[in-house]
């Protein structure tokens, strides 16, 4: 089993920035391809931003290309997800997810570990 903590969400305004953080342990943290996930109040829990396991590929959600990027640190078992020009419609607890195996993966039931989630609030 892998355990996923998720943290730097917090209250925004629109165009304001937040990288949130996801620490990871259990195993080699290499040998996982990750994403981030978020949920709104009412709605599905929607792909964001993937990353295979050695940082070959990166995917994103038409919405936050150009503005959210997605990185990972091997050597600190962490994965990043810098988010830039927040907008309102970004609001929602965003969850980090693992999945062993190569490549990138844009589903949420293509992932097998999750963390509890950093909510992030764009109050304009």
């Known amino acids: 089993q892998v355990q996923l903590v998720e943290s730097g969400g917090g209250l925004v305004q629109a165009g304001d920035s937040l990288r949130l953080a996801c620490a990871t342990s259990?195993?080699?943290?290499?040998?996982?391809?990750m994403g981030w996930f978020r949920q709104a109040p009412g709605k599905e829990r929607d792909f964001v931003a993937a990353?295979?396991?050695?940082?070959?590929?990166?995917d994103y959600t038409d919405s936050v290309k150009g503005r959210f990027i997605i990185s990972r640190d091997n050597d600190k078992n962490m994965v990043y997800l810098q988010m830039n020009n927040l907008k309102p419609e970004d609001s929602a607890v965003y969850y980090c997810?693992?999945?062993?195996?190569?490549?990138?993966?844009?589903?949420?039931?293509?992932?097998?570990?999750w963390g509890q989630g950093t909510q992030v609030t764009d109050s304009s």
């Open positions: 997810a693992a999945r062993s195996g190569g490549g990138v993966f844009l589903h949420r039931d293509l992932y097998s570990y």
């Open positions: 259990g195993r080699s943290f290499s040998s996982f391809a």
């Open positions: 990353i295979s396991r050695m940082s070959i590929s990166t």
